[in-house]
């Protein structure tokens, strides 16, 4: 069965740096794989997804991810962060065969300080 | 385009209380999807339903938990009766299809808290 590991529950950056939140994934077939925002009482927003193709993808408010086969990450980036940017981010991983459930790890929350 | 509906946004009821939650999905969504998610956790899917007809209730604590989407459209999740381990966000969420690739879209949730 497919499975995610984000690590690191919180993640504190300085207004401008580099962000980086890790995801690992385990499939024993190619994985599709996404990356969801959720902002305080609100639910999931897609960012960004993998599916096929480009392995760098772009998605929205700036944030980038690279599917990397041979280490089975997929970790999501953003070179300069913004206040608006602190939220839980949530990496999903869900297999391209047969039906197969969306698999949510358990978050990262993103602190951001002016 | 109009998002995930769910009412109410927050409840609270005693424990072996009974509770209900609706979600109307996008429109032209043929799936819906209801998700559980407990504080300090991702959201663990509890059934799938694609038009009307159950596609997976693996997860669905089918003892005290019931779903329904009669018309293909909107959907109501009860919980009979409540425990305090249900203490969680209930999120909707819908796409178009069933394929890997769909996005699903979510709705803001209902947080039940139980006493």
């Known amino acids: 069965a497919q499975s995610v590991t984000q690590l690191g529950s919180h993640v504190s950056v300085s207004e401008g740096a580099l962000v980086l939140l890790r995801c690992n994934y385990s499939?024993?077939?190619?994985?599709?794989l996404f990356w969801y925002v959720q902002y305080p009482n609100q639910g999931l927003q897609l960012l960004l997804k993998?599916?096929?193709?480009?392995?760098l993808v772009k998605g929205i408010n700036g944030f980038e991810a690279e599917f990397k086969k041979s280490e089975t990450s997929f970790h999501l980036t953003k070179p300069s962060a913004h206040m608006s940017d602190a939220a839980e981010y949530f990496c999903?991983?869900?297999?391209?065969?047969?039906?197969?459930?969306?698999?949510f790890g358990t978050g990262t929350r993103l602190l951001v300080s002016p | 385009e109009a998002g995930v509906a769910q009412s109410p946004r927050y409840k609270i009821i005693e424990k072996r209380q009974s509770v209900a939650f609706w979600c109307n999905p996008i429109?032209?969504?043929?799936?819906l999807y209801w998700y559980q998610q407990i504080l300090g956790q991702g959201p663990k899917l509890l059934i799938q339903?694609?038009?009307?007809?159950?596609?997976?209730d693996s997860q669905l604590p089918k003892d005290r938990f019931s779903a329904e989407r009669l018309k293909g459209v909107d959907s109501t999740l009860k919980i009979q009766p409540a425990k305090l381990e249900d203490s969680a966000v209930y999120l909707c969420?819908?796409?178009?299809?069933?394929?890997?690739?769909?996005?699903?879209?979510f709705g803001d949730g209902t947080r039940l808290s139980i006493l």
């Open positions: 969420a819908s796409s178009q299809g069933t394929g890997s690739n769909q996005p699903q879209h």
């Open positions: 999903a991983v869900r297999t391209n065969t047969g039906f197969q459930k969306l698999v």
């Open positions: 339903f694609q038009n009307n007809g159950v596609v997976d």
């Open positions: 993998y599916t096929t193709g480009a392995t």
């Open positions: 499939s024993s077939v190619p994985p599709y």
């Open positions: 429109s032209g969504h043929a799936t």
